[in-house]
């Protein structure tokens, strides 16, 4: 545990969840459906954490884990606050990982019924092959990390993969926009290519594409099938680096059947609750809301 973190304590946790619980109650919903969520092996996961706690280079910023509990109470946490699908963003940073993240996946889901099955890829031979295997598996829904896998979505060797996944309709998740910090391949120009190629592609633009909102949510106007999650925008943490501009909020309406709910929990510098607000306090109307933190995803994954 990093030294600017201190465990949350029991009576706080009792707290943040009753908050949360009446957040949803008073807008009349059966709970939240949160597209973006993080469960992985445990050996991935300390990793992860361990380059957080070390302000690694792409966050450059202390990063306090929320919730850095044990893969059972962690469960137990998000089940509580009334979550009631989310899924297990996996993602490889290098090649001969993802078969091995896809078939861990699907062993998750299988133990962990409210877990839609993720899988993921990397530009690497076989890569269509095991798309395709996870597939047939039953994969609802796939994680890319642009970024963190530093490849380019255009790489010839995804081909395979996205055609088979368009063909599936299957959503992918895609760490495309340049925050916290601009990788080789990130931004809106390698996803317009990409969907130049693949018109159809069901992608979800995660954290609404920051910093370079303006230019994926104008993705979403030309695309039918581009969506964007909500995960850390609009919270204090990232408005203090990478505000959303407030003249764009009436494109939020506009595509409110396409704005997901997503919150990076575990991984989060901040209380749950606070993205839930951070999504409230835009004042689009509890339509919005209902729609983002339930209907939405709901409808997407049936």
């Known amino acids: 545990m990093s030294h600017s973190e201190q ?26 459906f949160d597209v973006h969520t993080h469960f ?21 910023s202390v990063w306090p884990i929320s919730y850095r509990f044990a893969e059972d109470e962690r469960l137990q946490v998000i089940r509580g606050f009334g979550v009631r699908q989310f899924t297990s963003m996996i993602y490889p940073h290098k090649p001969s990982m993802a078969a091995w993240l896809n078939s861990w996946g699907a062993d998750f889901a299988a133990r962990t019924p409210d877990c839609l099955q993720t899988a993921t890829f990397y530009p690497e031979d076989g890569a269509t092959e095991y798309v395709e295997q996870a597939l047939a598996n039953g994969a609802r829904i796939f994680k890319s990390h642009i970024q963190v896998g530093n490849y380019s979505p255009n790489d010839p060797l995804l081909d395979g993969v996205w055609s088979a996944i368009s063909d599936a309709e299957v959503p992918v998740v895609i760490h495309c926009g340049s925050g916290p910090a601009p990788g080789t391949h990130t931004g809106p120009g390698p996803i317009a290519e990409l969907l130049q190629r693949f018109p159809k592609l069901p992608l979800i633009i995660a954290h609404m594409g920051m910093p370079e909102y303006v230019e994926f949510l104008e993705l979403a106007d030309r695309y039918e099938n581009v969506r964007l999650d909500t995960t850390m925008a609009f919270t204090d943490f990232s408005e203090a680096g990478a505000p959303f501009p407030k003249h764009e909020r009436p ?47 709901a409808a997407l994954f049936g």
């Open 251 to 297: 494109r939020l309406l506009d595509l409110q059947d396409r704005i997901l709910f997503g919150s990076d929990f575990p991984n989060i510098p901040y209380p749950y609750l606070h993205a839930l607000q951070a999504v409230s306090r835009l004042d689009l109307g509890d339509h919005w809301v209902r729609a983002v933190c339930w209907g939405n995803g």
């Open 7 to 32: 465990p949350r304590t029991d009576d706080e946790l009792v707290e943040e969840t009753e908050r949360i619980v009446a957040f949803w109650t008073e807008l009349s919903l059966p709970g939240l």
């Open 40 to 60: 992985m092996p445990k050996n991935v996961m300390d990793k992860v954490w361990s380059y957080f706690d070390s302000a690694g280079p792409l966050t450059g």
